[in-house]
């Protein structure tokens, strides 16, 4: 548990204090997920539905701050900053002993886009929509990239995988997909924009801040619809940085 502790209390840290990080687009990404890879290297991963609005996706308002059945984001995150996703992938597995987290490595195409860029751009061209500055952190520490619809097999290159057996953390070997194809390619440096403005809300500090950004987790495939996720408030890291609140299913 005192290991588990220092994960999240790092986790605050780095999403609190991260700089900007989009300038230079990566070569590759990576995506944390419960499922195994004779799963994702057969079917990709799936965005939820079609929702492209990129606020509520940022913000989870299109997939963890709904119900079931409901959570609509029309993207697939991934995460350019390993050693933070890779954190979260150990972190995930301390607080769920015995559950295998898989670490997914892609290789991401002009189809990706910075999170935080296309955040910045859609709300710079609608000025009226309010905005906190929370909103950008845990896309900024993990510097996420994000992709429309589908990620598709021949992009993701391999796959490791975390778990704690009898409080130790085993890193598994990578596993490479047969599927796999090679290429010089990398994320686009244009951000994503639609010209779709979000939905007027009230603002607010205190709201559900991820572990990994909103839906950096939170993805649908027709095998497998539902992967739990840790989550925690912004109220909880000034009252506890060793606690985990509560649990949610993306």
């Given at each position: 548990?005192?290991?588990?502790?220092v994960l999240?209390?790092?986790f605050?840290?780095?999403?609190?204090?991260?700089?900007?990080s989009?300038?230079?687009p990566?070569?590759?990404?990576?995506?944390?997920?419960t499922r195994?890879?004779?799963?994702?290297?057969?079917?990709?991963?799936?965005?939820?539905?079609?929702?492209?609005?990129?606020?509520?996706?940022?913000?989870?308002?299109?997939?963890?701050?709904?119900?079931?059945?409901?959570?609509?984001s029309?993207?697939?995150?991934?995460?350019?900053?390993?050693?933070?996703i890779?954190?979260?992938a150990?972190?995930r597995?301390?607080?769920?002993?015995?559950?295998?987290?898989?670490?997914?490595?892609?290789?991401?195409?002009?189809?990706?886009?910075?999170?935080?860029?296309?955040?910045?751009?859609?709300?710079?061209?609608?000025?009226?929509?309010p905005?906190?500055?929370?909103?950008?952190h845990?896309?900024?520490?993990?510097?996420e990239?994000?992709?429309?619809?589908?990620?598709?097999?021949?992009?993701?290159?391999?796959?490791?995988?975390?778990?704690?057996?009898?409080?130790?953390?085993?890193v598994?070997?990578?596993q490479?997909?047969?599927?796999?194809?090679?290429?010089?390619?990398?994320?686009?440096?244009?951000?994503?924009?639609?010209?779709?403005?979000?939905?007027?809300r009230r603002?607010?500090?205190?709201?559900?801040?991820?572990?990994?950004?909103?839906?950096?987790?939170?993805?649908?495939?027709?095998?497998?619809?539902?992967?739990?996720?840790?989550?925690f408030?912004?109220?909880s890291?000034y009252?506890?940085?060793?606690?985990?609140?509560?649990?949610?299913?993306?």
């Amino acid at each position: 548990m005192k290991t588990l502790g220092v994960l999240l209390w790092v986790f605050v840290t780095v999403i609190l204090k991260a700089p900007y990080s989009w300038a230079e687009p990566p070569g590759t990404v990576w995506r944390m997920d419960t499922r195994p890879e004779q799963l994702i290297f057969h079917a990709g991963f799936q965005a939820w539905g079609s929702n492209f609005n990129v606020h509520d996706h940022v913000t989870g308002e299109s997939c963890v701050n709904r119900q079931q059945g409901q959570r609509d984001s029309g993207f697939v995150s991934t995460a350019a900053n390993f050693q933070f996703i890779r954190t979260a992938a150990a972190a995930r597995a301390f607080a769920q002993p015995g559950q295998r987290i898989y670490l997914y490595r892609v290789r991401p195409d002009s189809n990706f886009f910075n999170a935080e860029a296309s955040l910045r751009t859609l709300h710079d061209n609608n000025p009226q929509v309010p905005i906190t500055p929370l909103n950008y952190h845990p896309s900024r520490a993990a510097n996420e990239y994000i992709t429309p619809t589908l990620i598709p097999t021949q992009n993701i290159r391999d796959v490791e995988s975390y778990i704690v057996v009898d409080g130790e953390l085993q890193v598994s070997t990578a596993q490479v997909n047969p599927r796999y194809v090679a290429d010089n390619t990398r994320a686009t440096n244009r951000p994503y924009f639609n010209g779709e403005a979000p939905r007027e809300r009230r603002p607010t500090w205190l709201g559900m801040i991820p572990m990994v950004g909103a839906c950096l987790a939170a993805s649908r495939s027709d095998l497998k619809q539902d992967i739990p996720a840790i989550m925690f408030t912004l109220e909880s890291v000034y009252n506890s940085s060793t606690s985990i609140i509560n649990h949610d299913e993306l």
